[in-house]
């Protein structure tokens, strides 16, 4: 399994990191037969697997449970678990408290945070506690009420400016690698060039030390809403929809199942039953 060393090392070595979110077992299952460097249990999983319309609903429960599903399915891939909404942001020991449970009980190898300056204290005291930590600044979709929608950040020199000290002081802080989400291109790389510990973007250009996408995002199984910066590698929805209509019909009209997928009794039993 790699570690956060390595991640480091993968920056220095200019490969790029491919992380991915995932769920469930099957997913995290494919996504490490895939070969991706990193699973995200993202709090994305509200609106890709719950339902909800953003990720404010999540609660540690969700995340905790997933992240074990995930564990399971993906046994040797490093698993960073997000801390859903307001889990981070009232005392530091109801913090620690919800980071104990990500680790020791759900098994997780490493925390995001979303947020700059604000949370740098926060990434401090659990770094010194040996939890490893990842930020994400840009877009941060747990903010989405007080950002006002989901649009791109840091497109003016003096938001751009602020992107950049919040990095850095969030990397000076102790977290291992930073997610950067919705913002242009440029700032992806100059970010990826001035930070000291890996930028994984997400919608932030192909310069960064690394990419994350959502799952469903990838495979096209019924994503919400889909970015301009996803890109979607197949459509498994039409896949999945095909099967299941097919199944359907051959319901309706005693197709399945087929004699192969019957049990049949002991010779001539049913004669004694029905003779
Ligand atoms: O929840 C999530 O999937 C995320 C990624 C979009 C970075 O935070
Ligand atoms: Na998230």
Redesign the pocket.
């Known amino acids: 399994m790699k570690t956060t060393t390595h991640f480091l090392q993968m920056k220095k070595d200019h490969e790029p990191i491919a992380m991915l ?1 995932a769920y469930d077992a099957p997913s995290a299952k494919l996504a490490e037969r895939a070969g991706v460097d990193m699973i ?1 249990v ?4 509200g609106m890709v697997m719950l339902g909800y319309d953003s ?1 404010v609903p999540v609660t540690m429960d969700d995340m905790v449970l997933h992240t074990k599903a995930v564990k399971r399915g993906a046994k040797d891939t490093f698993v960073v678990t ?1 801390l859903p909404f307001f889990a981070y942001h009232s005392t530091f020991s109801e913090t620690a408290a919800n980071v104990r449970r990500l680790m020791q009980e759900a098994g997780a190898d490493a925390v ?1 945070l979303e947020g700059g300056k604000e949370i740098v204290e926060t990434v401090r005291l659990l770094v010194q506690a040996g939890v490893p930590v990842v930020g ?1 600044i840009g877009l941060t ?1 747990q903010s989405v009420g007080v950002l006002g929608g989901y649009k791109v950040q840091g497109k003016d020199q003096e938001t751009a400016e602020q992107l950049v000290e919040d990095a850095k002081a969030i990397a000076k802080a102790g977290a291992f690698a930073i ?1 950067a ?1 919705c913002i242009p291109h440029q700032l992806g790389t100059i970010l990826s060039k001035q930070v000291t510990v890996p930028i994984i973007g ?1 919608g932030a250009g192909n310069q960064t030390d690394g990419q ?1 996408l ?1 799952y469903h995002d990838v495979i096209g199984y019924e994503s919400p809403r889909v970015p301009k910066f996803v890109k979607q590698y197949v459509s498994i929805s039409s896949v999945i929809e095909d099967g299941l209509s097919q199944y359907v019909r051959e319901v309706k009209g005693r197709d399945f199942p087929a004699p192969e997928h019957q049990y049949s009794m002991k010779d001539d039993a049913w004669l004694t039953l029905y003779g």
């Open positions: 979110t995200l993202g709090d994305s999983l990720t997000d995001k994400h979709p997610v989400e997400i994350v959502v």
